[in-house]
């Protein structure tokens, strides 16, 4: 039995839930056309609406709300392309992948590699800054001067994610990341990515001009971008996540009890292409968006994972700090008013 020592929670053996999940990690290729056609086809349809009315640019904007969404459903193609688990041939992963990381402005073999370090490291203190937001724990922010505090405080700010975030993310992507060692072809998806991207956008510009292409494209993206900084916020950031230094950590206990189930209204989850079964897909990444619903139903091991509704989720944005003593997340009013009273950490 694996446990996540310190806590109390249900351990989860590694030989059932690795057999449990195997029916589940099998692609259907008519499943993921459908998938690719259902968000595909209305986006580029949303995008010709929207040039259409640029003479009524508040309508514009009213339908960049659902092309957001559109934009949101192809980077979880992208997403289940990077783990494999879109379509049984790898040659098809990588090609829809990079065809679907273009369209999201994500360098998609950058991006896996990436985001494999994410799952590999999820919850462990020790090993921070993978496909994460920056998270500090109480005592290291206690132990910082005032301008390091303001300079934390600002980038948890929810205004400062939610809006300079989705900037910060589309321009950080345009080169490749430091901290990771990269192969070649990691390198060229950056390379090759921008190409495209200024390819696109040159086309775009000497047909119908820059301006309506920038006007139609950049409010789409900017949602999409803040709606997933929001959702991975959401998917980790809660007050009773799961947070262990590297040698009481446990890859399996981390998955379940270190991603949230965020409920969705059904229309929000189809947008959103499952990804709120963040504890599923934690501990099963090679099983598919569209059988991740059925996996969490079907297997009781997924039950006591922390359950977000929207409002819910919309809480957790204040929670900033993990407080290692009482393993919870906590807010920086929490820590200030514990600092007044002198409690030392």
Known sequence: MLRAPGTSRTPVARPRWAADLAPY???????????????????AA???LMYRQLDHYLVVLLLAVPAAGLLVRTFIIMHDCGHGSFFKSRRANEIVGWITGVLTLTPFAQWR???AVHHASAGDLDRRGHGDIETMTVREYAALDAR???????VRNPLVMLGLGPIYLMLSQRRPLKGIPLNDLQHFSVWSTNAAIVAIGAAFSFWIGFGPFFAVYFPAIFLAAAAGIALFYAQHQFEDTYWHR???WDYATAAIHGSSYLKLHPVLQWFTGNIGLHHVHHL?????????VRCHTENPMFHSATTLTLRGAIRTLRLSLWDEAN???IGFADFDAAERAGRVF
């Open 46 to 48: 949303l995008f010709w």
């Open 327 to 329: 393993g919870r997340l």
């Open 113 to 115: 590699k990436d985001h």
């Open 284 to 292: 099963g990444p090679r099983i598919p968006n569209y059988n991740l």
């Open 25 to 43: 990690q099998q692609p259907q290729l008519r499943r993921a056309l459908t998938q690719m056609a259902t968000t595909l086809v209305p986006l």
């Open 148 to 154: 390091r505090r303001r300079r934390y405080r600002l």
């Open 246 to 248: 590297h040698e009481e």
